[in-house]
């Protein structure tokens, strides 16, 4: 049995470990072992979350994404060994990053390590969002927005002290670069806050599946091709060029030969694609099949045990910079033999 | 080993993951492992043979890529046949290379 780490990431000051404060006062936290990778000198966040203290290890060498990624792992092996030894319990893994970390290394730790992996699984990834000062953020910050597009689960912050209709246009924002992730608030309750939470949750739709979602402007390139046949669908944001692309393919596709193409596909472009999540019908599957990557990272693929409501096809999100949606579907049609014209067949 | 940084046991990649409760998996046992792997073999070969390459199981437990020229390298996960693929044919294999795709719907 693998436990999960939960990612909780998010800009500098946009309210992590308040949040984590407040999560680990709910039961369902009881469990949790946490870390906290700080930035600079001075501990100040363990400080803030004595009440766990058993099982905090502050992990001191700066930033997370280029040096601390050996410590996140000799954190858990450690974490682990103390759990082995019965010296501690714990039944999930919280790591706090820092402001400025990339959550790609942290996950590539968890899948790519040949102790860890046996041991712990992605539990998700949590970001927080500023809704004050998000809107700067996102404009001039490569890691904000990788943060955002990382998500399983984007919290808004500071939402009492912002302006609703700002709000409004962060929320839509945010759907724009990450369709897949749910959003909530920290006005929200702890159990709405977690309830479903996890990497492989696709109880919100998938953005694009349906023909009048379209969030593009009046300058998409993809505008008239989109409505032509309704079977992928694209958003833009102005931030550092990011678009969130989702395609829907009816026709069961052949594993191997979509294996073959993502790992490909990332192996290429993984730089600058930073999320991929989908559901996928396979040949010869009756159960759906849940992928999610990050960047270059593919988890293990989770077996689902039911299709979730609406209709049973695939569908694939992708956030990416600075990729043309039509080329990946090209792309996906040409390797898989699938065309989204087939699929509307 | 992982032949390009030295890890070992680097050889669960996503498409062929370690069978564990809730992960999808073909590598059960012998037999559904070695059917994937044959799958796995010929779909990388349609996409090799745009460079004139050609991937093979070596000795039962490694792989081998091959040029026409007779250059080849041997490693010991398909998760590494891509970057072992380009550094032998000295060039890279682009999934949105036009030229690529179009190689790609002629296969088909």
């Known amino acids: 049995m693998t436990t999960p780490v939960v990612l909780l990431t998010g800009f500098l000051g946009s309210g992590k470990t308040t949040l984590l404060q407040r999560l680990l006062t709910d039961t369902s936290m009881d469990g949790a072992a946490v870390l906290i990778n700080e930035f600079g000198e001075v501990g100040l966040d363990h400080h803030l979350l004595d009440r766990i203290d058993d099982n905090v290890v502050l992990l001191k060498s700066g930033c997370i994404c280029c040096t601390v990624r050996g410590e996140v792992a000799d954190a858990l092996e450690n974490l682990n060994s103390l759990r082995a030894r019965e010296e501690i319990a714990f039944d999930r893994v919280v790591i706090e990053t820092t402001g400025l970390a990339d959550p790609y290394p942290v996950l590539q730790t968890l899948t790519a390590h040949p102790v860890l992996r046996s041991h712990f699984t992605n539990g998700g990834v949590m970001t927080t969002v500023d809704a004050v000062n998000a809107e700067l953020q996102v404009e001039h910050r490569a890691e904000a927005v990788r943060q955002i597009a990382a998500a399983d689960r984007i919290i808004l912050t500071k939402t009492d002290l912002a302006d609703p209709e700002n709000e409004a246009a962060l929320r839509a924002r945010l759907g724009r670069i990450n369709p897949a992730a749910r959003i909530a608030t920290t006005l929200d309750s702890v159990e709405s806050i977690l309830g479903d939470f996890g990497p492989t949750t696709f109880a919100t739709p998938v953005a694009g599946q349906g023909d009048h979602d379209h969030a593009c402007g009046p300058d998409c390139a993809d505008h008239t091709h989109h409505h032509a046949h309704g079977h992928h669908s694209h958003h833009h944001d102005d931030a550092l060029g990011v678009t969130s692309f989702s395609l829907v393919i009816e026709q069961a596709i052949d594993w191997t030969m979509f294996g073959t193409w993502l790992t490909l596909l990332l192996h290429k472009h993984g730089d600058r694609i930073f999320r991929v999540k989908g559901i996928l019908a396979l040949e010869g599957e009756d159960r759906p099949i849940a992928v999610h990557g990050v960047q270059h990272l593919v988890h293990a693929p989770t077996h689902m045990e039911h299709w979730p409501e609406g209709p049973r096809q695939s569908r694939l999100v992708f956030i990416m910079e600075g990729i043309s949606p039509d080329q990946v579907r090209r792309s996906f049609a040409a390797f898989t033999g699938i065309s989204a014209v087939r699929a509307a067949a | ?108």
């Open chain 2, 1 to 108: 080993m992982c032949s390009l940084c030295g890890i070992l046991g680097c050889d669960d990649h996503w498409t062929n993951a370690i069978a564990r409760p809730g992960v999808y998996s073909r590598n059960h046992d012998t037999q559904s492992r070695r059917a994937e792997e044959s799958r796995r073999i010929k779909a990388a070969n349609a996409v090799l043979s745009f460079r004139r390459l050609k991937l093979d199981v070596w000795q039962g437990r490694s792989y081998v890529v091959a040029s026409p020229t007779g250059g080849s390298s041997v490693f010991e996960a398909l998760s590494h046949l891509w970057p072992e693929a380009e550094a032998l044919a000295g060039r890279e294999f682009d999934p949105l290379d036009e030229n690529l795709m179009s190689w790609m719907e002629e296969q088909r």
